[in-house]
């Protein structure tokens, strides 16, 4: 017989019970729900409201189902619905009658709220170290490549010359925010929500304080209707892990195209490249690929949770077991996705020769050249038009602008001397760029320091 049996005259239909139990995905959070309910079953022998003996063997067998769960050595039971009835039914099996008070003063409503709450804390708390191993990363290839010269981009055309760490240290900002969003996910999923009951509180006089301090819960939650409907701590962990995934796939998305024939900026490592069943050249960047292409499914997890919560009445709807697969499903695939991606990126070798050579193409030293007039006194309206034509010039010769002589450049603007030689040079363009956050490798490296301190800090 169900647990909750007693008012039934009919066993569930098998059709019911495939269809609504969840032990097959939620047997994932034993760990938390067996903690939880070791700090429960402790707090209601502490405050009396259960027998301390009762107590005591409660939290003796639930310890021993712990370490049976641990090595793997459980049958969870598909007809006991869920992962908080299936550790109940075993504890009572074990222990007899003491364990039927276990679920004193508590729902499975606040429990699954209570359970996913610990496991999302966990949860955020690995993915800001991963982010940090990944930034650590980012952080070596910038300091290394301070000097190397590449060409940035707009529009997907070269637009002017920036360096590698700049360009590394784009993505040590994207993925800072990142670690910011998770530890404010890792906040809002802080609040212990026992004591919620079903949806009213409860009769008995639970001590909420104590349950949150043995469970290291920052505070408790300040009503039961929303401490059993609220699952916005998950919809925070899938919106970060959403965005996370977006920044990874954009950096994918550049080493494909950088892996390319057409660009050859880098080369992938062997080992994080596969081949074609086919074509024998093949060296493809499938991991790269990937991790592009499961940033979909992530962004549907999300999208999916905040379509299931969008019409529930309050408190606790079944349709809230659906948040589960979503949410492990998401974990799953950002962990995978952030450890290969930090491992493949250590591997990948940067050329800097052809970095540098397709920097100084495509005319990306033009708004320098403007700038240079400007500084000789021209109007940078007229500087702008000046250089258009000299492109332009350029373009019909097919030379580049310093290829052009003293002579020629003055035939466009007087302006122009001797010095403008060295002013246009790849060097030059990046070196002048030394305002806060602008390519210069001085304000690099100073971008590089703050982030190393914003990774000392705990946020
Ligand atoms: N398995 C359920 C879930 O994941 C646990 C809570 C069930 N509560 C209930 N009253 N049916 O949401």
């Given at each position: 017989?169900?647990?909750?049996?007693?008012?039934?005259?009919?066993?569930?239909?098998?059709?019911?019970?495939?269809?609504?139990?969840?032990?097959s995905?939620?047997?994932?959070?034993?760990?938390?729900?067996?903690?939880?309910?070791?700090?429960?079953?402790?707090?209601?022998?502490?405050?009396?409201?259960?027998?301390?003996?009762?107590?005591?063997?409660?939290?003796?067998?639930?310890?021993?189902?712990?370490?049976?769960?641990?090595?793997?050595?459980?049958?969870?039971?598909?007809?006991a619905?869920d992962?908080?009835?299936?550790?109940?039914?075993?504890?009572?099996?074990?222990i007899?009658?003491?364990?039927?008070?276990l679920?004193?003063?508590?729902?499975?409503n606040?429990?699954?709220?209570?359970?996913?709450?610990?496991?999302?804390?966990?949860?955020?708390?690995?993915?800001e170290?991963?982010l940090?191993?990944?930034?650590?990363?980012?952080?070596?290839i910038?300091?290394?490549?301070?000097?190397?010269?590449?060409?940035?981009?707009?529009?997907?055309?070269?637009?002017?010359?920036?360096?590698?760490?700049?360009?590394?240290?784009?993505?040590?900002?994207?993925?800072?925010?990142?670690?910011?969003?998770?530890?404010?996910?890792?906040?809002?999923?802080?609040?212990?929500?026992?004591?919620?009951?079903?949806?009213?509180?409860?009769?008995?006089?639970?001590?909420?304080?104590?349950?949150?301090?043995?469970?290291?819960?920052?505070?408790?939650?300040?009503?039961?209707?929303?401490?059993?409907?609220d699952?916005?701590?998950?919809?925070?962990?899938?919106?970060?892990?959403?965005?996370?995934?977006?920044?990874?796939?954009?950096?994918?998305?550049?080493?494909?195209?950088?892996?390319?024939?057409e660009?050859?900026?880098?080369?992938?490592?062997?080992?994080?490249?596969?081949?074609?069943?086919?074509?024998?050249?093949?060296?493809?960047?499938?991991?790269?690929?990937?991790i592009?292409?499961?940033?979909?499914?992530?962004?549907?997890?999300?999208?999916?949770?905040?379509?299931?919560?969008?019409?529930?009445?309050?408190?606790?709807?079944?349709?809230?077991?659906?948040?589960?697969?979503?949410?492990?499903d998401?974990?799953?695939?950002?962990?995978?996705?952030?450890?290969?991606?930090?491992?493949?990126?250590?591997?990948?070798?940067?050329?800097?020769?052809?970095?540098?050579?397709?920097?100084?193409?495509?005319?990306?030293?033009?708004?320098?050249?403007?700038?240079?007039?400007?500084?000789?006194g021209?109007?940078?309206?007229?500087?702008?038009?000046?250089?258009?034509?000299?492109?332009?010039?350029?373009?019909?010769?097919?030379?580049?602008?310093?290829?052009?002589?003293?002579?020629?450049?003055?035939?466009?603007?007087?302006?122009?001397?001797?010095?403008?030689?060295?002013?246009?040079s790849?060097?030059?363009?990046?070196?002048?760029?030394?305002?806060?956050?602008?390519?210069?490798?001085?304000?690099v490296?100073?971008?590089?320091?703050?982030?190393?301190?914003?990774?000392?800090?705990?946020q």
């Amino acid at each position: 017989m169900k647990l909750w049996g007693g008012r039934f005259e009919k066993a569930t239909d098998g059709l019911v019970d495939d269809f609504h139990s969840s032990i097959s995905f939620d047997k994932r959070l034993f760990e938390q729900d067996i903690t939880g309910s070791i700090a429960h079953a402790t707090m209601l022998g502490e405050e009396g409201i259960i027998p301390a003996a009762d107590a005591e063997k409660i939290v003796a067998g639930l310890k021993d189902i712990l370490e049976d769960a641990r090595a793997g050595k459980i049958e969870w039971m598909v007809d006991a619905e869920d992962i908080h009835m299936n550790v109940e039914t075993l504890l009572t099996q074990r222990i007899g009658d003491a364990g039927k008070r276990l679920h004193t003063g508590r729902s499975r409503n606040d429990q699954v709220a209570l359970d996913t709450r610990m496991y999302a804390k966990v949860a955020c708390r690995d993915t800001e170290a991963m982010l940090e191993e990944l930034i650590d990363a980012l952080l070596t290839i910038a300091q290394e490549n301070l000097h190397t010269i590449m060409p940035g981009y707009t529009h997907m055309q070269k637009a002017q010359p920036i360096t590698l760490a700049h360009h590394m240290m784009a993505y040590v900002q994207m993925f800072l925010r990142d670690r910011n969003r998770f530890s404010n996910a890792y906040k809002a999923a802080d609040v212990m929500v026992l004591g919620s009951g079903a949806l009213a509180g409860t009769t008995y006089p639970l001590n909420r304080e104590r349950v949150a301090e043995l469970l290291g819960f920052e505070k408790i939650s300040e009503n039961s209707l929303d401490g059993v409907a609220d699952r916005d701590y998950m919809l925070d962990y899938l919106s970060a892990a959403a965005i996370c995934m977006m920044h990874l796939s954009r950096f994918c998305e550049e080493l494909i195209l950088w892996n390319t024939n057409e660009f050859r900026f880098v080369e992938m490592d062997d080992a994080f490249a596969t081949g074609s069943s086919i074509m024998p050249q093949k060296k493809n960047p499938d991991v790269a690929e990937l991790i592009r292409g499961k940033t979909g499914r992530v962004y549907g997890h999300l999208m999916g949770l905040l379509t299931v919560m969008k019409g529930l009445p309050l408190a606790y709807n079944k349709d809230m077991q659906e948040d589960k697969e979503a949410f492990f499903d998401t974990r799953d695939t950002l962990v995978k996705g952030l450890t290969v991606f930090t491992a493949m990126l250590k591997t990948v070798t940067f050329r800097k020769d052809v970095m540098e050579r397709g920097a100084s193409g495509g005319f990306t030293n033009a708004t320098d050249c403007a700038d240079y007039l400007v500084k000789k006194g021209v109007a940078f309206r007229d500087a702008h038009k000046v250089v258009g034509e000299l492109v332009a010039h350029c373009l019909n010769e097919n030379k580049a602008l310093l290829d052009l002589t003293l002579e020629e450049l003055k035939q466009f603007h007087p302006a122009f001397e001797q010095d403008v030689f060295d002013d246009l040079s790849m060097i030059s363009c990046v070196e002048k760029r030394k305002i806060p956050g602008a390519p210069a490798p001085e304000m690099v490296q100073r971008a590089i320091n703050a982030a190393k301190a914003a990774l000392k800090n705990d946020q």
